[in-house]
């Protein structure tokens, strides 16, 4: 599904130049997890912003379904970023001001063909999935903090993506609200095929994914 290739990323300032990621190569394939581990600073989240297309590799290449990124137009990268990969952020990123349900219609709404009525049931579907179909009317900070990020899912869940690439998302979580949403990321991946990338800090949710990358200093080591 995916295939980085001699993936470097160097942050430039005026004053300094981070490379962050150094010569990266990797292949993510159809219906895999993978979690990614290391230190702060070794450039996971660089890696995630570039497979998820909101950042671009200073140098290599980068293939989704065996077409390098540079061969898409601009219409068909959009596409992509919007119906293909589905974001899960440790700090949810939910607007406080709408209800649950607004919050996992939002994304549906920039999408063309996508009718009220669809954009409603798919938002109904995704809650139940992650077990808020009675939360619906609730507002986020009516939830607890492993519900906000079950909205979180559902609403990369109401785009139906294929990828779902999760930067820590149980970062915020105590232990026992973090292995229900790797419980839940675990069912998704098995029950629905959904190819998932996950940087976790904790060994013990990363030993139940199917693949464990290591990185240090923007390299893969393990
Ligand atoms: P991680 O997610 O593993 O903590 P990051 O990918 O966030 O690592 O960062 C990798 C390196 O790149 C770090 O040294 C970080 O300071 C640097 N970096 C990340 N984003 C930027 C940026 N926008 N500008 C400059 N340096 C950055
Ligand atoms: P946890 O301890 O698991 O983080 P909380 O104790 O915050 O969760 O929440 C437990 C339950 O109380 C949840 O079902 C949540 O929906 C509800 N709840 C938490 N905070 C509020 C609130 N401010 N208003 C209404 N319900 C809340």
Known sequence: MLQLTGIEKVYQTRTIETVALNH??????????????????????????????????????????????QSYSDKELARLRNHKIGFVFQSYHLINDLSVLDNVELPLLYRSGVSG????????????????????????????????????????????????????PTGNLDSVMGEEIMDLLLTLNREEGTTIVMVTHDEQQALKTQRLIRFFDGSQVS
């Open 117 to 168: 009525k669809e954009r409603q049931q798919r938002a109904y579907a995704a809650l139940e999935k992650v077990g808020l179909g009675a939360r619906t009317n609730h507002f986020p900070s009516q939830l607890s903090g492993g519900q906000r990020q079950r909205v979180a899912i559902a609403r990369a869940l109401a785009g139906q993506p294929e990828l779902i690439l999760a930067d820590e």
């Open 24 to 69: 990266v190569n990797l292949t993510i394939n159809q219906g895999e997890f993978v979690s990614i581990m290391g230190p702060s600073g070794c450039g996971k989240s660089t890696l995630l912003s570039i497979m998820g297309l909101l950042d671009e590799p200073t140098s290599g290449t980068l293939e989704i379904d065996g077409r390098p990124v």
